[in-house]
C-alpha cells in the first residue's frame, strides 16, 4: 500500500560504466514499459501530486494511483489490474470499494472525475533486479526512456531503489557504494511530475517552502529529534533538486539555505540528548550552508538593496562583481559528499532509539533550553548599538535559532501563547536580518571604494541605514525582553 523508493540521476561521465557493470549482472530482469497518465483538464491531480496511470507491463495492463505522504522518498500506492485488452479509458470504479483511495480522488478531482483525459505518455524500457542485503529486500530499477507529450519528449535515465521489504537503514546502507562508485545524485521529481512539466512546458519545480510541524506524541528526545529531521528533508529536497538539475532561481536557494538552517539549529540543540545523532552533522551542513552564501547574498542584494538604491537616487544601480568567483552549486547538490549526508540524515529519520530511563521528562528538557536561549537575548536588550558587528552578528543567529526552536516544538504547547510570543520574535529577527544585509552590502561596495569614487555615495547611504536599523533593533530588543514565556 505504501512505496518507498529513492530515485537518482546518473552523471554522464558514469553512464557507460555503470549501464555495462548493470546489465552484465545475470540476475537483471529487462522488461518493456508504456504508460499513460491522466488528469482532469484543470489538473486537479497534478496539483495534490497524485498520478493516475495506466501501465503496459508485459501482456497485461495495470492501473496504479500514487499519493504523497510528507516523505518525498514514501507515497501511497494502490494497483488494479485490468487485463489484457488496452483500456479505451481511465476508471475510477476499481477505486469505490477502497476508503482511502477514494478519499484521496474525492478530495483531489472535487467532481471532475468524469472528465479524465490523457495528459503525457512513457515509454521505458526497464532493467531490474531483487537484492537481498541484511534482512531486507531491495528491488533496483534502471530505466532508460522517454516521457512524451505530442510532439515534445524528454529524456529518462535513472536508477531507483525500492525498499519491498526491511528498513530504511538497510536501503541507505545498500545505497552509499552505489553512490561513491558512480556519483549518483538524488533526485525527488516523479515522472509523473517531470510530464506535468513537459504538459505545461514547465523546466523548474516549484520552490518549496517549509511546511509547518505538527509533532506526533515524541515520547522522547530521538523521536522528537527524528521528526523535525524528516520536516526539515521536506523542505529541503526538492530546493536541492531543483539546483542540481540545473533548472533553478533564488527561490530555490534561499529556501534549501532556510532549510539547511533549520536542520543545523536542530542538531546544536538537540543532538547532545540522542545518542544517534551523528556531532558531525552539523559542522557538515554548515560547510553546505557556508557554500551556498556568497550566491544567496548576491541574490538577496539585488532583491532588496538594489531597488532602495533606485528610489534613493543613486549613482550606482548595479551590485560591483564579488572578490571571488561563485561556487558552482549545483554541483554541491550533485557531489557524492552532500548526497551520502543527506542519506545518512534520512536514514537517521527513521531509526529506533532505545529508551534511556536517566533521560528528564522531554517538556522538562525543552522548557530548560527554551529559557536558556530566550534569557540570552533579553540579556542582549540595552547594548545592541555598542555591540561590535560579530557580536551583532552573534545576537542574529540567537534569535533566528529560538525562533526554529519555537517551530519545532510549538505544537506541545498553548497555541494562542505561542502566537502572542512569536508576534514579538518575528519582526525583531526580521529587522535584525535586514542590518545583517547592509553589512554584507557594505562590505561588498568598500572594496570597490577606491577605484570607483561614486561608492562613497552607496557607502554613505548605507552607514545612514544602519544607523536606523540599529536603533530599530534596540526598540525591538527591548520589546522582544518584556514577551511572556509560554512554556513556564
Not at 533486479?129 to 512524451?148: C, M, P, T
Not at 504538459?199 to 517549509?210: A, D, F, G, L, R
Not at 547594548?383 to 551583532?392: A, N, P, R
Request: proline letters at 4%; charged letters at 25%.
Amino acid at each position: 500500500m505504501s512505496e518507498i523508493e529513492l530515485k537518482f540521476q546518473i552523471p554522464s561521465t558514469y553512464r557507460a560504466a555503470f549501464e555495462k557493470a548493470f546489465k552484465k549482472n545475470k540476475l537483471v530482469q529487462q522488461q518493456r514499459l508504456w504508460a499513460k497518465y491522466y488528469d482532469s483538464p484543470e489538473q486537479h491531480l497534478a496539483k495534490q501530486r497524485i498520478a493516475l496511470r495506466q501501465r503496459l507491463e508485459g501482456d497485461i495492463w495495470r492501473q496504479t494511483l500514487k499519493a504523497p505522504s510528507p516523505q518525498h522518498y514514501e507515497r501511497f500506492e494502490l494497483e488494479h489490474e485490468l487485463g489484457y485488452e488496452a483500456p479505451e479509458q481511465c476508471d475510477l470504479a476499481c477505486y469505490e470499494n477502497h476508503k482511502q483511495a477514494r478519499k484521496i480522488l474525492k478530495k483531489a478531482l472535487d467532481g471532475s472525475n468524469a472528465n479524465l483525459t490523457l495528459q503525457f505518455e512513457t515509454d521505458v524500457l526497464r532493467y531490474s533486479q531483487l537484492a537481498h542485503y541484511k534482512n531486507s529486500q531491495i528491488e533496483v530499477a534502471f530505466d532508460l526512456g522517454e516521457i512524451r507529450q505530442g510532439k515534445q519528449s524528454v529524456e529518462i535515465y535513472e536508477v531507483e531503489f525500492e525498499l519491498k521489504q526491511g528498513e530504511i537503514a538497510d536501503l541507505i546502507a545498500y545505497i552509499q557504494p552505489w553512490i561513491k562508485k558512480y556519483h549518483l545524485w538524488l533526485d525527488t521529481r516523479s515522472k509523473s511530475q517531470r510530464g506535468n512539466m513537459l504538459h505545461n512546458n514547465e523546466s523548474m519545480i516549484p520552490v518549496q517552502q517549509q511546511s509547518a510541524l505538527q509533532l506526533e506524541h515524541p515520547e522522547n528526545m530521538h523521536a522528537l529529534l527524528a521528526q523535525i529531521t524528516q520536516n526539515c528533508l521536506a523542505h529541503l529536497l526538492p530546493n536541492a533538486t531543483a539546483i542540481a538539475s540545473q533548472d533553478y532561481a533564488s527561490g530555490h536557494v534561499h529556501q534549501a539555505r532556510v532549510a539547511i538552517r533549520r536542520l543545523r539549529s536542530a542538531f546544536k540543540i538537540f543532538a547532545e540528548y540522542d545518542a544517534l545523532a551523528n556531532q558531525n552533522w552539523e559542522s557538515q551542513l554548515a560547510t553546505l550552508f557556508q557554500q551556498l552564501g556568497s550566491t544567496r547574498d548576491q541574490d538577496a542584494l539585488r532583491e532588496s538593496l538594489i531597488p532602495q538604491l533606485k528610489s534613493a537616487g543613486s549613482p550606482i544601480t548595479e551590485l560591483p562583481p564579488a572578490a571571488t568567483e561563485n561556487i558552482a552549486i549545483d554541483a554541491i547538490f550533485r557531489s557524492p559528499t552532500t548526497t551520502l549526508l543527506l542519506l545518512q540524515l534520512i536514514s537517521f529519520s527513521h531509526a529506533s532509539a532505545a529508551e534511556d530511563p536517566e533521560q528528564k521528562p522531554l517538556k522538562k528538557i525543552l522548557r530548560k533550553r527554551l529559557q536558556k536561549m530566550h534569557q540570552q537575548i533579553c540579556e542582549d536588550a540595552g547594548h545592541f548599538q555598542q555591540f561590535d558587528v560579530e557580536t551583532k552578528h552573534r545576537t542574529r543567529k540567537r534569535v533566528k535559532r529560538l525562533r526554529y526552536t519555537v517551530e519545532f516544538v510549538s505544537s506541545l504547547f498553548a497555541e494562542n501563547e505561542v502566537k502572542t510570543y512569536l508576534k514579538t520574535l518575528k519582526p525583531l529577527q526580521e529587522t535584525l536580518g535586514h542590518f545583517n544585509d547592509l553589512m554584507v552590502a557594505q562590505s561588498l561596495y568598500a572594496s570597490h571604494a577606491q577605484t570607483e569614487p561614486k561608492t562613497w555615495f552607496v557607502l554613505g547611504w548605507i552607514a545612514s541605514e544602519e544607523r536606523h536599523i540599529s536603533s530599530q533593533a534596540e526598540q525591538d530588543l527591548q520589546q522582544f525582553a518584556q514577551s511572556e514565556p509560554f512554556w513556564s
